[in-house]
Structure formats: C-alpha cells, structure tokens
C-alpha cells in the first residue's frame, strides 16, 4: 500500500507543469572589465624517456635548445647532438581577473612536433605572453600528462593524448594587467544568452534591490549600470550585492541533436502542431560471390574467376500513417513521438521532417 502511494505521487510529481528555475545574476551575465587574459609561450619539455621529437623532422628543437644551453653559458657551436629525451612544446595558459604578481596559474603544455609522448617531462622556463608582447608569467614544472602509448614490432596502443598535459600552478605571475575597476562609474552586463525578455527582468531586479532606477536595458544582451546612482563608495561592493540577486531566465524553445550519437535534447518550450507522419526503411543489400572455374584435365586453358552478384532491394515495414497530436506540454510531444515507435536515429530523420514542415515550434540545431 505505501509502495502504490509512493508510485502515484511520483506520477503525479512529474505530470505537473515544471516551475520556473530561479538564476543567480554572476550565472547568466559578464562583468565589463571582468575577464581573463590568453596567454602562450614556446618552450622545451626534457626527460622523456625516448619519446621527445626527432630532430631531424623537427630542427625548430635543436634549435631552442642550442639557444637555451648557451644562455646557460654551454658553449654549442659546431656540436652535433641528437637526444631523444626532449620536444619542443606550446604553453597556454589564462590569466585570471585582478591577478596579482606572485600568484600561481594552471597551464597546458601541448608537443608541437613529432614526440610521441610527454610523460614524466619537466617543463624548463618558459615566458607566456599575452597579446600585447609582453611577458605576465613564467611557467616551469613537472608535466602530468593526459594518456599513454604503448608499442612493440607489430602492435601500438594508445590511451587518451599523451602529447598534451598540464601543470597546475605551474605559472608565476610576474606582471599585472593595468586596469583600475574601482574608478569605474558605470558598468555594463552581456548576456550569456542575449533575450530581451531575460534582460528586461534583470533590469527589473537590480532597479528594486537598490530602490531606484540604477540599470537600463540597452538590448537583448547588454544591461547598463550606473555605479554613481546606486550611492555606493565602490563599483565592487555593487557588484558583490547585484551578482546573488534571482531571475528566472527566458529562452527560445530548443531542440538539439546529435547525428553521431542519436542523441536528442528538447527544452520544456518545444511544441508540435498536429500531423501525420509516415515512415518507412529501404534497404539496398549487394553479395558478391564469385566462382572459379577450372579447365578438365589434361585440357589446355587456365583457371578464371567468373564473378556472381546477387543484388536486393527490400522494403521493410515502416509506421504507416500515423497521427501525432499538437503538444501542449514536454510530456505530451515527447508521448506523441514515441508512439511512432522508432529508434532514435530515425526519430532524428522524423524531426528534420517535422521542421521542414513548419510543425515544430522551435529552434532546430543539428552537431
């Protein structure tokens, strides 16, 4: 008896409509001003077991390593050396808002030659760079890679990119970007997702948190901030006090699938119109099966392979005409699409119709 009475409140839990989900502000916007900055750098990972680049096919390598022996005060010139224990490598790497000198910052050391693998490497001194040339960190460091290889005379297997790895905290940051939030006197807030119905609510929200009208919806994806008018000394204190307010956001209806996997998402919004779907399989089979034909004995000629085809077209049997009823709700269209009884791949094919029709009420997205 309890089982039956928890069986029929879970029903009717999900057969009631879902409740608009209530989102942080700091969730659906940016900050203006408040972003990281790229960074890269090119350097050399040593200690690898064999498996650094082959300078041959990669003389970039040999050539920043003569540069860093020689800044080392190892004298290089007319040398011919060929290790197999170094690769020359990419470092990236994102510089965080309002980082200072001396914090740390994670990077990603990515082979850029023919290595096979960066395990158990140490990264030596590498500047990064941003955009504008100059140096904001230096990355070092024991690299931990991200897979691994395996191969013997007649067999290889490999396990994830062993070719790319990360430091975490390999980076010091040596140079701060100049940029002075607290003498900002308005602040603007992109959309994650641009709605004007979305931006209007945050609009709303702001201006009765702060008891006056502080924010303006400039577009579907920019709220504009007056820092002066909310009365506060600092721009961050205002953010700190805007960022935990709720909205709950809007969206266009969705439907997005994925080919490769048969995959299908749909959003609470989607709706279809009322119609009638026929689907059905053709499948084309070819078997090739050739003959060889012997001369008799004792016979002059040759052996020869005569060649025997067998080719078939079948129709297998498909849904017939079916009729799907217009969607009031998720549960209802997703009832209706499962009553075709189709697998999923097919379904994908069925929606694509659906579309092209002008029956279904949402955004159609294809990967």
Do not use: W
């Amino acid at each position: 008896m309890i089982l039956r009475a928890l069986c029929v409140s879970l029903a009717a839990l999900l057969s009631s409509p879902a409740a608009a989900q209530a989102i942080r502000i700091k969730d659906l916007v940016e900050f203006d001003g408040v972003r990281g900055n790229d960074l890269v750098g090119y350097g050399l990972v040593v200690g690898l077991n064999g498996t650094g680049d082959g300078l041959r096919n990669s003389p970039f390598t040999e050539e920043i390593m003569s540069n860093l022996l020689e800044r080392l005060g190892v004298n290089v010139t007319g040398e011919q050396f060929q290790p197999k224990n170094v690769a020359a490598v990419f470092v990236t790497a994102s510089l965080p808002p309002f980082s200072r000198a001396g914090g740390r910052i994670d990077v990603t050391v990515s082979a850029i030659g023919d290595a096979k693998s960066l395990l158990g490497g140490t990264l030596v001194m590498t500047p990064l760079n941003g955009a504008d040339g100059q140096i904001y960190a230096v990355a070092q460091g024991t690299i931990i890679a991200g897979g691994v290889s395996a191969e013997g005379q007649a067999s290889k297997v490999t396990q994830g990119v062993p070719t790319s790895g990360t430091i975490p905290s390999g980076a010091h940051v040596e140079r701060e970007v100049q940029f002075d939030f607290s003498q900002m006197h308005s602040v603007r807030l992109a959309l994650r997702a641009p709605d004007f119905t979305t931006a209007a609510k945050i609009e709303a929200v702001i201006n009765t948190a702060f008891g006056s009208n502080v924010a303006l919806m400039q577009d579907s994806g920019t709220v504009s901030l007056n820092i002066d008018a909310t009365q506060m000394n600092s721009p961050a204190r205002v953010i700190a006090k805007l960022e935990n307010l709720t909205v709950e956001p809007e969206a266009r209806a969705r439907v997005v699938v994925d080919q490769r996997s048969g995959t299908i998402v749909m959003d609470d919004d989607v709706r279809i119109s009322h119609v009638a779907i026929a689907q059905g399989n053709l499948t084309l089979r070819v078997d090739e099966m050739p003959q060889v034909v012997q001369p008799n004995p004792f016979a002059q000629g040759e052996t020869i392979s005569v060649p025997r085809t067998n080719a078939q077209i079948q129709n297998a049997p498909g849904t017939g005409l079916a009729e799907v009823q217009g969607g009031a709700s998720l549960s209802e269209v997703v009832a209706g699409l499962n009553a075709l009884g189709v697998a999923p791949h097919d379904m994908i094919d069925i929606l694509k119709s659906i579309n092209a029709a002008g029956a279904l009420h949402a955004e159609f997205l294809v990967n």
